[in-house]
């Protein structure tokens, strides 16, 4: 038995229908339902192994399970005496909302091609849970992942991904297929669901969760022993971090540390009542010209350069606001958003971000980050309320009032 320990299992249905797999490597299989509700697959006949539900008011996802991953579901067309899809090794999911950008505007459901970040972590996290469960690699298909090709900005010029399409597979290849594809993809099969949904993202490894804690004049040796750490796993969490931390600079303490100090030699954790060691030497700022990670929390003439090529204040300190500003460009950039400016990070950028003009009308992900720096509804779509918003935005930072985010309003969105 093979059951999601996360998953709602109201709606199972394993009892009304048999199967098992005949063939094939291990795959995933990512469908949408093209529709806003729970469908009832007909009684279970056409159901997938999984369903996602985004609920785009509380930002929340659920996953329903329908089917033991230990055998097959019943979403695909599979034809008698030909590729046995279904029962090719496919563990299949269906997303509740659409791939066609008509259709989701049309009833107002979530379109996943351009699906929020927190609905992309609820499906990567369920794939992540398949993969281990049934030994699926954490690769794509090297076929296209194409748009549905009735985008209605564009009619004509995208192509489609219904029928016979480029990115269609044929039977050998699908029968020898291991990791992740689209419902585009499927031998036998004519829908072009889930579209160009972002599978680089999906595929992308999300850093874990850390403790972050504050503390001075503490020697980094110290700091592992009160934590339960190693010296070793503090430099991993917190590059280009000295033998001495301090004076209150904030250290993110690795995954499994213990937050809460049970020694007290060395302690300088502000409001233990620990006494407080002296402050070390400042140290030397680095050049400009360093390749260190940067992150929050670090200072120096590198940390200034990256600021300026972001367009923020180039005060040289990795705060708040240029934490925000790094996230944001990862994100529209679809690099892993954590805050951290390694390799990737820097080659993206280059030698500065040039942010478009965000307009009314537009759709993505520039638009969700000015709807997340104005304050208005973070759904990727510039609409009536988000035009409000900039607004009320440019109007009391005294910029001219025209709507558009543009140069003058992006200059005072991290300030």
């Known amino acids: 038995m093979s059951v999601c320990p996360f998953a709602n299992q109201s709606y199972r249905y394993d009892s009304r229908y048999s199967g098992r797999y005949t063939g094939g490597p291990n795959k995933g299989v990512l469908h949408t339902t093209e529709g806003g509700s729970l469908p009832g697959y007909g009684g279970g006949g056409s159901a997938p192994h999984f369903t996602v539900r985004a609920n785009v008011k509380t930002k929340t996802v659920t996953i329903y399970q329908h089917f033991d991953t230990a055998r097959p579901a019943r979403a695909l067309v599979n034809k008698s005496g030909d590729t046995q899809t279904n029962n090719d090794g496919c563990i299949q999911i269906e997303l509740i909302g659409s791939c066609d950008r008509t259709t989701a505007e049309k009833y107002g459901i979530i379109y996943w091609p351009e699906a929020p970040t927190w609905a992309l972590d609820g499906l990567k996290k369920l794939m992540r849970w398949i993969e281990k469960d049934r030994g699926i690699p954490r690769k794509a298909t ?7 090709g009735k985008d209605s900005r564009a009619p004509g010029r995208i192509p489609a991904s219904y029928g016979n399409s480029p990115a269609r597979m044929g039977q050998s290849e699908f029968d020898n297929f291991a990791g992740w594809c689209g419902h585009q993809h499927v031998a036998e099969n004519s829908h072009g669901d889930p579209g160009n949904i972002d599978i680089g993202y999906l595929l992308s490894v999300t850093p874990p969760k850390r403790t972050v804690v504050t ?8 700091l592992a022993t009160i934590f339960g750490v190693t010296t070793g796993q503090l430099e991993a969490a917190n ?13 993110t303490l690795p995954a499994g540390a213990n937050p809460t100090p049970t020694a007290t030699t060395g302690v300088t954790r502000p409001g233990t009542g620990i006494p407080t060691a002296p402050a070390p030497t400042a140290p030397t700022t680095p050049p400009a010209t ?24 180039a005060d040289g300190k990795f705060g708040p606001k240029t934490d925000r500003a790094v996230r944001d460009f990862q994100y529209v950039k679809g690099l892993v958003v954590d805050g951290r400016v390694g390799p990737a990070t820097r080659k993206a950028l280059g030698t500065k971000w040039v942010k478009p003009t965000v307009r009314y009308g537009d759709r993505g992900r520039y638009v969700v980050v000015v709807q997340r720096i104005v304050g208005a509804d973070q759904d990727g779509k510039f609409g009536p309320a988000t035009l409000a918003k900039v607004k009320a935005f440019q109007k009391a930072n005294g910029l001219a009032v025209d709507g558009f985010h543009g140069p003058n309003t992006w ?5």
């Open 142 to 148: 090297t076929r296209p992942w194409l748009n549905y």
């Open 215 to 222: 503390l001075v004049g503490v020697t980094l040796a110290a």
């Open 239 to 251: 590059p280009g971090i000295g033998p001495t931390v301090g004076p209150s600079v904030t250290v």
């Open 290 to 313: 360093t390749t260190r990670t940067l992150t929050k929390g670090m200072t120096g003439a590198d940390v200034k350069t990256l600021q300026t090529r972001l367009g923020v204040p």
């Open 411 to 415: 200059s005072r969105a991290y300030r």
